[in-house]
């Protein structure tokens, strides 16, 4: 009897190991959505059509609806739904076919609620026309978590810096 209870606490203890170890917290979901949307919004030189609506609707499904983008330094602020996100994405990868997207130093500050609050810096690199650009825009973003799925519901250019 003694053997038994003794196997069923240690086979607790390894499920319980496993589970904590293997799966992915809520700050590397996050993390791993934050790369896809930079991995979606990024564009190549001979990307077919087909291609860019795909990465564009995948981007899409990252942010919840309506996902509201604000930036400061133009009082701007508006309320997007998917299909707005998807069209913009698309009118700026048009504009920027060459283009990469890249998160840095991404801070990560879960406040409970199914609620996360990020701060990040994006840089896009990329090529416009012979010239070469590279810009980074600090970013406070919003993620919500939904049926156990995070989705980014607001972002806020806070600051351009050029370099």
Same mark, same amino acid.
Not at 99 to 124: P, Q, W, Y
Not at 133 to 144: G, K, M, Q, R
């Given at each position: 009897?003694?053997?038994?209870?003794?196997?069923?606490?240690?086979?607790?203890?390894?499920?319980?190991?496993?589970?904590?170890?293997?799966?992915?917290?809520?700050?590397?979901?996050?993390?791993? @959505?934050?790369?896809?949307?930079?991995e979606?919004?990024? +564009?190549? =030189? !001979?990307?077919? &059509?087909?291609?860019?609506?795909?990465? /564009?609707?995948?981007?899409?499904?990252?942010?919840?609806?309506?996902?509201?983008?604000?930036?400061?330094?133009?009082?701007?602020?508006?309320?997007?739904?998917?299909?707005?996100?998807?069209?913009?994405?698309?009118?700026?990868?048009?504009?920027?076919?060459?283009?990469?997207?890249?998160?840095?130093?991404?801070?990560?500050?879960?406040?409970? @609620?199914?609620?996360?609050?990020?701060?990040?810096?994006? +840089?896009? =690199? !990329?090529?416009? &026309?012979?010239?070469?650009?590279?810009? /980074?825009?600090?970013?406070?973003?919003?993620?919500?978590?939904?049926?156990?799925?995070?989705?980014?519901s607001?972002?806020?250019?806070?600051?351009?810096?050029?370099?």
């Amino acid at each position: 009897m003694n053997k038994k209870l003794l196997f069923l606490l240690l086979t607790l203890l390894v499920g319980a190991a496993v589970v904590f170890f293997l799966l992915p917290s809520d700050e590397k979901k996050i993390r791993r @959505n934050l790369n896809l949307l930079a991995e979606y919004s990024s +564009s190549t =030189s !001979g990307e077919a &059509a087909i291609g860019e609506l795909q990465k /564009a609707a995948m981007a899409g499904k990252l942010c919840s609806d309506p996902c509201r983008v604000h930036i400061e330094s133009f009082a701007i602020t508006h309320d997007f739904n998917k299909k707005e996100l998807r069209d913009n994405l698309i009118l700026m990868k048009k504009m920027l076919p060459h283009t990469t997207f890249k998160f840095h130093d991404t801070v990560v500050e879960l406040t409970g @609620n199914d609620r996360a609050e990020i701060v990040t810096t994006l +840089s896009l =690199s !990329g090529k416009i &026309a012979d010239d070469r650009v590279t810009d /980074a825009y600090e970013l406070n973003v919003i993620a919500t978590k939904t049926e156990g799925d995070w989705y980014f519901s607001a972002f806020t250019v806070v600051e351009f810096m050029e370099q």
